[in-house]
């Protein structure tokens, strides 16, 4: 799975380190920083602000993402 936002979570998971995450998605370096570049671009995301990283490391892990993970479909 290669998305904006499968990217995005291991480069946060990361913590930053572009080398760590780039290994992890067997992609070269420049080639993430690129795909993050347009994703700034494109979503508006502002990554070098604490507070909108924290909120793009929490929204998958709270299943309030797109998929919806984490929530219970019994009720």
Same mark, same amino acid.
């Given at each position: 799975?290669?998305? @904006?936002?499968?990217?995005?979570?291991? @480069?946060?998971?990361?913590?930053?380190?572009?080398?760590?995450?780039?290994?992890? %998605?067997?992609?070269?370096?420049?080639? %993430?920083?690129?795909? %993050?570049?347009? $994703?700034?671009?494109?979503?508006?995301?502002?990554?070098?602000?604490?507070?909108?990283?924290?909120?793009?490391?929490?929204?998958?892990?709270?299943?309030?993402?797109?998929?919806?993970?984490?929530? $219970? $479909?019994? $009720?």
């Amino acid at each position: 799975m290669d998305t @904006a936002g499968h990217r995005l979570r291991r @480069a946060l998971d990361a913590t930053g380190d572009v080398g760590e995450a780039a290994r992890s %998605l067997t992609v070269h370096q420049n080639t %993430l920083k690129y795909r %993050l570049r347009r $994703s700034r671009e494109t979503f508006g995301l502002d990554l070098d602000d604490p507070d909108t990283r924290l909120a793009l490391w929490l929204q998958p892990r709270a299943g309030t993402g797109s998929r919806g993970r984490g929530r $219970s $479909s019994a $009720s």
